[in-house]
């Protein structure tokens, strides 16, 4: 069963530098998001992507957040200066259209736990 | 959308049916009850959809009340793999990419 990778699985990095986490949706998705969720804390909505460009993104999604798909198969987050706030678990997640252009079903990726020191 | 309510936590026997209810009782005409469920830490993972009929797949029922201020999503035979939390999520169906926005969910825990 087709799936949805990240990595890495665990990125270490220090206060102030700068991160990509990276995803690859499933092949023939064209709806692409990413979430977060802190330690013991509810899974949030960070960005939405669709036909290269962002479709929705949050207020956690600020200046220092970017995403790209750079090829027909990955899809990154990048976070410019970390915070120690920004430790959390990162999921990927996509989605395929159905014939009305909606989506039902997003398939989520096994995350990314990002550390902040 | 809709703000969910569900309980935060259950517990069911191996082998039994799991009900797990959640109530939704601001839900619009065409806003669509999901539910995905999140095993220790994993990535979510969809379970079931439903917009005012019942609705069943290899994994589990739901359940839409007639007036559709809640539901309920049944695992006929609990085993100790459906252990996680359950979120029930109501969301506007539109065109595009559809965000979802989880809340605190309910914590199933299947027992030997």
């Known amino acids: 069963e087709p799936e949805v990778t990240q990595t890495p699985s665990h990125q270490v990095t220090q206060m102030g530098q700068e991160v990509i986490l990276r995803c690859v949706p499933i092949?023939?998705?064209?709806?692409f998001y990413w979430y977060r969720q802190i330690l013991g804390q509810k899974v949030e909505f960070l960005v939405s992507?669709?036909?290269?460009?962002?479709?929705?993104k949050s207020e956690i999604f600020d200046d220092q957040f970017s995403v790209e798909r750079p090829d027909g198969s990955n899809f990154t987050l990048k976070i410019r200066s970390t915070k120690l706030e920004d430790s959390a678990m990162y999921f990927c997640?996509?989605?395929?259209?159905?014939?009305?252009?909606?989506?039902?079903?997003?398939?989520f990726g096994p995350g990314t736990r990002l550390t902040v020191t | 959308d809709a703000k969910t309510t569900q309980p935060p936590s259950m517990d069911c026997a191996e082998g039994r049916a799991a009900n797990l209810p959640c109530n939704h009782s601001?839900?619009?005409?065409?806003?669509?009850v999901y539910w995905y469920r999140q095993i220790h830490s994993q990535g979510p993972q969809y379970i079931i959809h439903?917009?005012?009929n019942n609705e069943t797949n290899e994994m589990a029922s739901l359940i839409i009340t007639e007036d559709r201020k809640s539901s309920t999503l049944i695992l006929p035979h609990a085993t100790l793999r459906d252990t996680a939390v359950y979120y029930c999520?109501?969301?506007?169906?539109?065109?595009?990419?559809?965000?979802?926005?989880f809340g605190t969910g309910t914590r199933l825990t299947v027992i030997p």
């Open positions: 601001t839900i619009s005409g065409n806003e669509y």
């Open positions: 092949s023939n998705h064209l709806y």
């Open positions: 992507f669709y036909n290269n460009e962002i479709s929705e």
């Open positions: 997640a996509s989605s395929v259209p159905t014939t009305t252009g909606s989506s039902y079903e997003q398939y």
């Open positions: 999520i109501v969301r506007l169906y539109q065109t595009g990419a559809n965000n979802l926005f």
């Open positions: 439903g917009l005012k």
